[in-house]
């Protein structure tokens, strides 16, 4: 997948500014600039929020068509299946980039990947509607944010490490206040967050269940009953959309070979990947990347 830095670079040209550290980025932005985003949706490893501040922005998750408006807050995570359809030509919001390995690093790892899977997890999608003053004061917290990137202070990435935190914290607070009714029970929640945050990290290597399982502490009967109770589909599923969203990244991106793809992702050998590819995608690998 693109870090942050390369997802930017492959959708404006250039970094935002000389020195730009790659690891977190907030601005303004506009339909203009949105729209050139489904060049990376799916490919960029980075946690993004965009706040809509004016007009309508219509995005189709899971197949669903989502319309958000003002005071409402548009989560991604990386691997996230996210297209922009359609915005108002007067669209306006405020978005906030930070890189995965950041968020990794960050005490506040698990709180972000909690953050990012509860709206989809207990509202079936990445968008949560707040209140005017909570979305104000997001909207004050990213704004700082954006100041501490263009400063100079001497401790400017240690304090933006710490505005971040206080954004999840608020944005955190803000979903304790909206989702009052979960659909899931807390352990569920957990459980199917943890699957979450494992995936990214494990899939390449480890196309079974019984390792995400493990990991875990449950039985794969469980895990698998989780998995499809919150999102009603199967682990199987997340591992081979995981898998075909970084194939596919591969071979748009990289010139490695086809035979070199397979093995990166563990696949037992060359045909073993072809089949599943054209299976997944509706194209052989190599036909997928003449096409690119």
């Not at 004050?140 to 990137?149: D, F, P, R, V």
Request: hydrophobic share 40%.
């Amino acid at each position: 997948m693109y870090t942050l830095r390369e997802a930017w670079i492959k959708m404006h040209g250039c970094e935002p500014y000389k020195g730009w550290g790659g690891r977190m980025y907030c601005s303004e932005t506009d339909a203009a600039i949105t729209f050139r985003a489904n060049m990376t949706q799916g490919y960029m490893a980075a946690y993004t929020f965009t706040l809509v501040t004016e007009g309508w922005l219509t995005i189709v998750y899971n197949g669903q068509e989502l319309t958000l408006r003002p005071n409402d807050i548009y989560l991604y995570s990386p691997g996230l299946e996210v297209t922009i359809l359609a915005a108002a030509e007067n669209y306006h919001g405020i978005c906030l980039l930070a890189d995965e390995h950041m968020t990794i690093e960050s005490p506040t790892v698990h709180d972000m990947v909690h953050i990012a899977f509860v709206p989809i997890v207990q509202l079936h999608q990445p968008v949560l509607s707040m209140s005017p003053d909570d979305a104000q004061r997001l909207a004050e917290k990213m704004s700082e944010i954006t100041a501490y990137l263009h400063s100079t202070h001497v401790y400017k990435e240690k304090i933006l490490q710490m505005l971040y935190a206080v954004f999840l914290l608020d944005l955190q607070d803000v979903q304790e206040k909206t989702i009052v009714e979960r659909k899931v029970p807390q352990r569920v929640e957990e459980i199917f967050i943890e699957f979450i945050r494992l995936l990214p990290q494990h899939f390449a290597e480890h196309h079974d269940i019984g390792f995400y399982a493990s990991q875990l502490h449950i039985s794969v009967v469980y895990l698998s009953r989780v998995v499809r109770q919150v999102s009603g589909r199967t682990v199987v599923d997340y591992i081979n959309q995981m898998l075909l969203m970084e194939a596919s990244f591969l071979l748009r991106t990289s010139d490695q070979s086809i035979t070199q793809i397979a093995a990166r992702l563990h696949f037992a050998d060359t045909p073993s990947f072809s089949k599943f590819f054209s299976r997944m995608k509706g194209l052989s690998p190599r036909d997928y990347r003449n096409a690119e």
